[in-house]
């Protein structure tokens, strides 16, 4: 059973930064994403690595302030977030899906992912 666990999440002023951490137990050859749900929103994909080769898929919308990373020692991806605004407010969820080494393509819907974290929250006010 694979679990995942977010952290880093919490308060940051307009223009701040935050990393928040993913960490996977389980071994497997995944790909993990992170996503994110605003207030009265859907669940929208922000970007995914894959863990093996460090490969990844990003949505347009956030190219330029996040950044994703992993450290497979650890089996954690990172999601950097950088100039941070009141819109990127949301509960921040990393979820991970297995068997996806065959092509190159990376999973980047919701439903092609079966492993979720509990979410943490980001909040951006002064």
């Known amino acids: 059973q694979v679990q995942l666990v977010e952290s880093g999440g919490g308060l940051v002023q307009p223009g701040g930064s935050l990393i928040l951490s993913c960490a996977v137990s389980g071994s497997g050859n995944y790909v993990v994403a992170w996503f994110r749900q605003a207030p009265g929103k859907g669940r929208e994909v922000i970007s995914c690595?894959?863990?093996?080769?460090?490969?990844?898929y990003w949505a347009s919308s956030h190219l330029g302030r996040f950044t994703v990373s992993r450290d497979k020692d650890k089996n954690t991806v990172f999601l950097q977030m950088t100039r941070l605004t009141p819109e990127d407010r949301a509960t921040y969820y990393c979820a991970a899906d297995e068997g996806w080494e065959m092509g190159a393509y990376l999973p980047r819907f919701e439903y092609e992912y079966h492993y979720w974290g509990q979410g943490t929250q980001v909040t951006v006010s002064s």
């Open positions: 690595i894959r863990m093996s080769a460090g490969r990844t």
